[in-house]
């Protein structure tokens, strides 16, 4: 499947996919069309996605509703995981954050 990036944020976002190939986007670009395998799971972009600077959608004339959901459920894995990162315990044993 087919999927587009697009940045959000008021600067240059520079995204490393998954087979180390790095995109640049100006402020409110959309790329190209992207093979879902090399976006898939990349926990840059999804951290990319719960703050607002980038986009993950279909091309127009696709369905975006699966898209959405799928980015919408691993954002939701990602901040879990980043809860669970913050509560680490400091040398003394003491709950950090």
């Not at 976002?13 to 069309?33: D, F, H, K, M, R």
């Not at 607002?52 to 959901?69: F, I, M, Q, T, Y």
């Not at 894995?77 to 003491?94: I, L, M, N, P």
């Amino acid at each position: 499947m087919a999927l587009t990036l697009t940045n959000r944020a008021r600067h240059l976002v520079i995204v490393e996919l998954n087979n180390g190939e790095s995109l640049y986007l100006a402020p409110g670009q959309t790329s190209g069309s992207i093979d879902a395998g090399k976006i898939n799971g990349n926990e840059k972009i999804l951290k990319m996605q719960r703050n607002s600077d980038l986009s993950v959608n279909e091309p127009e004339g696709s369905s975006s509703d699966v898209v959405a959901a799928e980015a919408e459920a691993a954002a939701d894995r990602a901040a879990t995981k980043d809860e669970t990162d913050k509560v680490r315990t400091s040398a003394r044993g003491r709950p950090r954050g």
